[in-house]
């Protein structure tokens, strides 16, 4: 999708110069200026037979491990071949501000390119692929070093076992009819509670209850601001609302800062 750098909103750049305590919710579109397909995009190859829904669920691992463990390893690859967005770079260098006590990332993502784009403590809600566990007992497992991101693609992969009960080990990511991870939640909800300014990029919020976070801010009187570059996007009364993507308008809003 191409959409034509607009002017920083006033209101935004007046409330990012001010704010000392910063949350960014990012979802899908932060990640798909990287080449990450968002999660119900037309698949094709080996997987074009499957609905990811239908392989997202832990009755599908259990039913057919091999396949659930290798679709999620393609996942897993594709996201390591990745890098990350100007976007993700300009979240790390807006943590970086002098005026800027507090930044936290909530992402629904389960990719690593917050992190590896040099941002810390990065709050991942609905898991990551990179973090697998066992399915029985809920031990972490380690991937191995040779779990290369050139490896062949595959529609059958048996999945590792788990070194503490033998279990199969499963991917690290909140499947359908899974609570989010407590944590993460907790953490996120109250540093949105604390937060003077609110960032909503790169997500419908349509997803819950992800998508409730933004009302919990606006209860506490964060100012909240909406990037997307959907002509439809919406927020709430009072809310600044920016149609742009996450790798256009994040180091825009940096370079008016001045530090961009």
């Known amino acids: 999708m191409s959409v034509e750098r607009a002017p920083v909103p006033a209101e935004l750049l007046s409330a990012a110069r001010t704010a000392q305590r910063i ?3 990012t ?49 897993r690859r594709q996201v390591a071949r ?11 260098a807006l943590a970086a501000l002098p005026h800027v006590n507090a930044l936290a990332i909530v992402t629904q993502n389960v990719d690593d390119l917050h992190e590896r784009a040099g941002s810390a403590g990065v709050l991942h809600l609905h898991g ?40 199969p080990v499963r991917p690290g990511v909140v499947w359908f009819g899974e609570a989010l991870p407590e944590a993460p939640w907790r953490t996120a909800l109250a540093r949105v509670a ?6 909503v990029v790169g997500t419908s919020g349509l997803v819950y209850p992800a ?28 809310d600044i609302v920016w149609q742009t993507t996450a790798a256009r308008g994040l180091p825009a809003l940096m370079q008016a800062l001045g530090a961009g």
């Open 82 to 92: 990745a890098q990350p967005n100007a976007g993700h770079n300009a979240l790390r």
């Open 194 to 199: 604390a937060a003077d300014l609110v960032l």
């Open 128 to 167: 990551s692929l990179f973090a697998p566990r066992c399915f029985d007992c809920g031990h972490a497992f380690v991937l191995p070093a040779g779990a290369e991101a050139d490896a062949p693609e595959m529609a059958s992969l048996p999945p590792p076992r788990c070194d503490r009960c033998g279990g």
């Open 211 to 238: 998508a409730g976070l933004p009302d919990t801010a606006r209860q506490h009187g964060a100012q909240v601001a909406v990037l997307n570059p959907d002509a439809d996007a919406r927020g709430a009364p009072g």
């Open 23 to 25: 949350v960014v919710l």
């Open 27 to 75: 979802g899908a579109g932060m990640s798909s200026e990287s080449g990450i397909p968002t999660f119900r995009d037309k698949v094709s190859g080996l997987w074009a037979r499957f609905r990811p829904e239908d392989l997202a669920t832990p009755e599908a691992f259990a039913r057919q491990p091999d396949v659930v463990w290798a679709w999620y390893e393609a996942r």
